[in-house]
């Protein structure tokens, strides 16, 4: 399995939406378990939008 997190401004790099990288590696491979291991909550304007966002890389899988 592969995770992805979410990371703002610093040593490890810019990591800013790990929704578009974990969309990137699901169009790429289909036997690799993809877990999104961290998503910052208050960055977003609205939990709905987290919500949908998931269900995105759901349907594209």
């Known amino acids: ?15 800013p939406s790990p929704i578009v990288t974990a969309s990137a590696l699901a ?5 690799i378990k993809i877990a999104i291991l961290g998503s910052a909550l208050p960055l977003r304007e609205h939990p709905l939008t987290l919500a949908e966002e998931h269900a995105m890389i759901d349907n594209i899988t």
């Open 1 to 15: 399995g592969i995770g992805v997190n979410e990371h703002h401004q610093n040593a490890y790099g810019m990591m």
């Open 27 to 31: 169009r790429r491979t289909s036997r």
